[in-house]
């Protein structure tokens, strides 16, 4: 557990675009999220080896101190940020790869008992909801306030209310049809 929590930090200082010194991971730890981020990591612990009692304990109170709901079973790989904490919102089902990085007011919920799963180096930006049995891939960035409820493939920018992707791995792409939206794009030239 010590060792997640130090990638943890190290991906934390690396967000804020810093070297990653002992100094600079101890300043990490009292920044803004990182008592959620933390209070999680042990939550998860006590979950996981039986201390389900504790477990509860720091999900109440991180609820209450951090402003920040993570679920119990909820399941991040190393390098998990949460930049800020107020307002976060996460179902205990979902599971998330390393590098995740989350802002405030984030929702990443269930429908119909269906949660997200999340790949790799993912941000997702102030306010987006994701929403449902949706498949994340790597290297995705879903924008501020966008609500997700479909699968978005890995290098994906999604941004909007319903979000729409925009970019893959950087180039621009359009919607081949205005029926199509989501479901079909294609890459253009030189946009």
């Known amino acids: ?7 943890d930090m190290q991906n934390k200082v690396k967000w804020y675009d810093r070297p990653v010194t002992t100094s600079n991971i101890l300043r ?6 990182s008592g959620a981020q933390i209070t999680y990591r ?16 720091l999900y109440r109170y991180n609820a209450w101190i951090s402003h920040a709901l993570i679920g119990r079973g909820a399941d991040f ?5 949460l930049v800020h904490s107020i307002g976060v919102v996460i179902n205990s089902d979902v599971k998330a ?3 995740l990085v989350i802002e405030h007011g984030v929702t990443i919920g269930a429908e119909k ?9 993912v941000f997702i930006g ?20 966008a609500v997700v409820t479909h699968d978005l493939p890995d290098g994906a920018t999604a941004v909007g209310a ?13 919607k081949s049809s205005p029926k199509d939206e989501d479901l079909f794009v294609t890459i253009t030239d030189g946009e």
Do not use: W
């Not at 557990?1 to 990638?7: L, Y």
């Not at 319903?162 to 359009?174: F, H, L, Q, T, W």
């Open 28 to 33: 990490m730890m009292l920044s803004d999220g």
């Open 113 to 121: 008992f269906k949660s997200p799963s999340i790949g790799d180096n």
């Open 1 to 7: 557990m010590k060792n997640v929590i130090i990638q």
């Open 97 to 99: 790869g390393k590098n």
């Open 126 to 145: 102030a306010g987006a909801k994701i929403i449902g049995a949706v498949k994340i891939g790597n290297d995705v960035k879903i924008g501020a306030n």
């Open 42 to 57: 042990l939550m998860r612990y006590c979950q996981t080896h039986h201390l389900k009692p504790l477990a509860l304990f």
């Open 162 to 174: 319903p979000a729409r992707v925009v970019r893959i791995y950087g180039e621009r792409i359009s």
């Open 77 to 81: 790989g190393p390098g998990f940020v």
